[in-house]
């Protein structure tokens, strides 16, 4: 039993740094570069209030769907796709591990950013950091399902969109599910975000079981 364990930790710890080598970097340049984007499109020194949030609502966010949106891109190839799929693990295990470390990249450069917004005595709080966060999964769950559904990263991309600007359009009326509720004054709700980030993810992947995509 424990070299069966022994064995299966090494399959996955395989799988994981085969993932950070290939599937991983573009995806974490393409958010990293939405930090540097963020820095350079908006003041982060010395905000205070709602204004704290706008980088992080208006563009930092983001980083959610560059990282969450692109998990199934390699196997859009089916060359790539049919490898994948005749392993022993399985694709459904891969596309897991990848959102779990993708979604944690999230979180480290958001928290990377609110240090920045920080040393620029910006009064960022724990709660700006949890609100952003929240955004951010919420919008690259909605991508990746798009993306996972359509088989197509572009679509899960357009989802995103869609959904960015109807929070921009319809404001209060998406209530806790607005992306710009912190922007807009409403310091409570982000949770309920989470919440449907995880609904999406979870109905997403039972989706495309149901449909043999995983």
Known sequence: MHMRMREKMEIYGSILINNLR???PWPALSAAALLILTELMFNINSLEGAAVAQPLE????WTGPALLATVF???QNPEIRDVVRARQIGYLPVCLLRILYSSLTVVLLVLFFAGIMKAGESQVLPYHVWGCVCSALLLGALGLAGAGISGNAAGGLMVCMLYYLASYGLGRR???FSLFSMTKGQMEGKGWQLAAAAAVTMGALAVMKRRKQL
């Open 58 to 61: 208006m563009l930092l966010v």
């Open 174 to 176: 998406l209530g806790a």
């Open 22 to 24: 290939l599937q991983f």
């Open 73 to 75: 891109l390699p196997e």
